[in-house]
């Protein structure tokens, strides 16, 4: 494995039945593909990214103001040294923020919390809102392909995410300052969600778990967005689709005397969904792996694993 395949999004359009082979096949055999031409805005993204610089660079007596530790950080701000990748040891070197669904009137979950922001940056409401709306459709056509792939009606994900607490997580690694600290920007994890879909770092460190058992660092060209198959979707499928390991790694110097930015977008289906392994994924070879749990439950038990909701 050089790296991750890339997929020409524009093939969702012009030739769908490529682009779900190209889509398909690159997550059955690596778990993580780039996107190319997927039509998101460059200015948006630019201006996502240097927002959070600004949010990331307010004072911390500030950021903690936004900090709610009863929600299991499903919403707002959450400090440096709280999120601990599941069965490590040490924490990661990261603060991040969580922007959920942003619902008018009633939601259609309790889940849907409302979003926190900051008084302090008011563009940043306008700025996570237009990147969330515009990756949460990308996700969706990413889906709509995969439905396809998986032998399903095209539109078979449309209903089951269209409430999905999905979360936008900009995260801030600071500098490095303890070089000999045991702990890692963010430890080797898998994703919980159905799919990630990652924007950013102009900073180097992502890498992902090769079938080889050697990590492969992420290179993608200039202006793709990463997308990986989560716990949810690997569930769905039977293990048909992984959910890749994967981490960010402290540079050496003198990078790490740099920040790394990046908003990934954790797309989740609506809480109640059952994900019950699909039968087209079930085989004499591939028996059934997991027992059908919803959403929501599913969530709970990850989130309690990595530190975010303590009982
Ligand atoms: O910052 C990155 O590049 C990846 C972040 C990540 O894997 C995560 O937050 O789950
Ligand atoms: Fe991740």
């Not at 969706?140 to 539109?155: E, M, R, T």
């Not at 600290?181 to 990652?198: C, F, K, M, Q, Y």
Request: hydrophobic residues 35%.
């Amino acid at each position: 494995m050089q790296s991750i395949p890339h997929v020409d999004m524009r093939r969702y359009h012009d030739n769908f039945d490529a682009f779900t082979q190209d889509v398909g096949q690159g997550y059955e055999k690596y778990g993580f593909i780039a996107l190319t031409q997927h039509g998101v805005d460059t200015a948006l993204i630019e201006r996502a990214l240097d927002t959070c610089r600004e949010l990331f660079a307010l004072p911390d007596e500030v950021k903690k103001q936004y900090h709610r530790p009863g929600e299991g950080g499903a919403r707002g701000y959450t400090p440096f040294g709280t999120e601990i990748a599941k069965d490590a040891e040490h924490v990661d070197l990261k603060e991040f923020w969580h922007v959920g669904r942003e619902v008018e009137g009633t939601p259609a979950y309790p889940q849907l919390l409302p979003n926190v922001w900051p008084a302090e940056l008011p563009k940043f409401k306008d700025d996570m809102l237009a990147i969330y709306e515009a990756l949460d459709k990308l996700g969706n056509q990413v889906l709509d392909a995969l439905a396809v792939y998986l032998g399903q009606p095209k539109d078979f994900f449309r209903d089951k995410v269209n409430n999905g607490n999905s979360i936008l997580r900009p995260l801030h690694y600071p500098p490095i300052i303890d070089e000999d600290t045991p702990s890692v920007r963010a430890g080797a994890h898998e994703d919980i969600n159905v799919l990630t879909l990652l924007v950013g770092s102009r900073e180097p460190g992502l890498e992902v778990l090769a079938k080889d058992g050697s990590w492969v660092p992420v290179t993608i060209i200039e202006g793709a967005i990463i997308c990986n198959v989560g716990d949810m979707l690997q569930r769905l499928t039977n293990h048909v689709l992984p959910s890749t390991t994967h981490r960010v790694v402290n540079p050496p110097a003198p990078y790490n005397e740099k920040s790394r930015y990046s908003i990934p977008f954790f797309l989740h289906f609506n809480p109640d969904v059952m994900i019950t392994p699909l039968e087209s994924c079930i085989t004499a070879e591939n028996p059934q792996r997991d027992e059908p749990i919803t959403a929501d439950d599913y969530l709970m038990q990850r989130l309690r694993e990595i530190g975010l909701i303590k009982d």
